[in-house]
């Protein structure tokens, strides 16, 4: 028996020499008449198994030792003459190809070897186009690997990574991996930097790995899978930084402009124009107005109230920014709630409507006891209306003292706006009654006084000297 196998591997051995001398290029397919082991089953059953044996060697220790030497003249073998004998073929040859890659002498090996990586990617989606024991196709797959290691191998190639990663998107879709989006979209990048594509291509390009990465990160949020969910969270940081620097407000609105006139009720298209567009603050714009009313009647929430009375407050309707922005006021993230009543006090008192916009600011102060801004603004209306609340010296003067008042309290509240708070109280206090005046009207500094009109509020008689 030893004797048979001895005789078979020098027959081998005799046969690989006698190959290479016939052919400049050992990698050229031969053909197997296709069958699974070729046209020489014994030999190819026998090369598996060699290169197979030392492989695992090779394996077993970290990808280290010489059993690579040993693995690469069989493999060569069952590559060029039985492909179709079994998918590790190419699935080993990619492993070993690039370690052989990262170990190259000098540029020009690198790059046939590389040469040969893609042909081990495109013959095994020739011979095992569907993945193992199931009739789902891997083309798209297999494209993606092999556009990603291009990419990483030899960044120049960066066209023809292109059109590998865009072909393995096309196919999978939200099914692409994630290292698979990032490459293609770098690759898009560099053809944009290069002037072989319009900068818009970068904005489609965008505009199709969002909704992918977004569909993942809702599957897995929905299934409280931890681990993915933080894996996709990290490739949409990395495509939106590789976004950032490019596409401005024109090229937004040039690309979703058609698709906004051609699906207006599009309830995920106005999502993905209010995010973008919010992202490259371009909420100025008619679009991103017409995309977040739309939403709201299609989807009414209190989120997208809010965005529309934001909008509605910038171009100064107040009157049709109050009932968004009452709506707004029921969101869950009570973290922006206090913003929204803000927003309402601010709404309020550009219509000289006084006394609910200080409704509004307490409501802000109740959710938010360190929001000192809400007590700068009831002071800042308690002293705008200080003349209007009174008929004499002294009484279109003591809405001043209530002012004071908030400012001392805004400065207690959020200590940062202690300079803005004194600048203010500085400024207030030569408006106090002096006083003579205060004699004249029987008070004294320290007294208690009830301000009328619609402050009506207690505060402290104080004099201006």
Request: net charge positive; glycine share 4%.
């Amino acid at each position: 028996m030893k004797a048979k196998i001895l005789i078979l591997v020098l027959g081998l051995s005799f046969g690989l020499s006698t190959m290479a001398a016939q052919s400049g290029n050992i990698f050229s397919p031969q053909d197997d008449g296709g069958s699974k082991y070729g046209k020489d089953s014994a030999t190819c059953v026998v090369n598996l198994s060699l290169y197979r044996e030392s492989y695992r060697q090779w394996k077993h220790s970290g990808y280290k030792n010489s059993a690579i030497n040993d693995a690469i003249k069989p493999w060569h073998w069952c590559f060029a003459n039985c492909p179709r004998a079994s998918e590790n073929i190419y699935v080993d040859g990619a492993k070993m190809f690039k370690y052989r890659i990262n170990k190259a002498k000098n540029d020009e090996e690198k790059m046939a070897l590389i040469d040969t990586l893609m042909m081990i990617y495109d013959q095994r989606i020739k011979y095992f186009p569907y993945k193992h024991g199931t009739t789902k196709p891997q083309e798209g797959y297999l494209l993606g690997r092999k556009g990603i290691a291009l990419a990483q191998l030899n960044p120049k190639a960066y066209k023809e990574s292109y059109q590998i990663l865009k072909k393995s998107i096309e196919l999978e879709k939200d099914k692409s991996k994630g290292a698979a989006m990032i490459y293609y979209f770098r690759s898009v990048v560099r053809m944009v930097k290069a002037g072989e594509l319009d900068t818009l291509a970068i904005i489609d390009a965008y505009d199709q790995l969002s909704g992918y990465v977004d569909k993942n990160i809702n599957k897995y949020t929905q299934q409280g899978n931890e681990k993915y969910l933080k894996i996709w969270k990290n490739i949409q940081d990395n495509i939106e930084a590789t976004f950032e620097p490019f596409a401005n407000c024109n090229d937004l609105v040039r690309l979703y402009n058609p698709k906004f006139d051609a699906n207006p009720n599009d309830a995920e298209l106005l999502k993905k124009i209010l995010v973008l567009f919010d992202k490259k603050k371009c909420v100025e714009d008619p679009l991103y107005f017409n995309a977040a009313v739309n939403l709201y009647k299609i989807e009414p929430s209190p989120e997208s109230a809010y965005m529309i009375g934001k909008l509605l407050l910038i171009k100064k309707k107040y009157l049709d920014a109050i009932p968004y922005m009452e709506d707004a006021t029921k969101m869950e993230d009570k973290d922006k709630v206090d913003d929204v009543y803000m927003l309402l006090a601010n709404a309020y008192r550009s219509l000289n409507k006084f006394s609910q916009a200080r409704n509004m600011a307490l409501k802000a102060i109740e959710i938010n006891p360190h929001l000192g801004q809400a007590y700068i603004l009831i002071g800042d209306m308690y002293a705008e209306s200080a003349k209007d609340c009174g008929s004499n010296d002294l009484t279109k003067k003591v809405a001043y003292w209530a002012a004071v008042d908030k400012f001392i309290q805004a400065k207690k509240a959020d200590p940062e706006l202690t300079e803005v708070a004194n600048k203010r109280i500085s400024i207030y206090k030569l408006h106090f009654p002096t006083t003579e005046t205060l004699f004249f009207y029987n008070l004294k500094a320290g007294d208690k006084y009830k301000v009328g009109c619609w402050i009506n509020e207690t505060t402290t008689v104080r004099a201006s000297n």
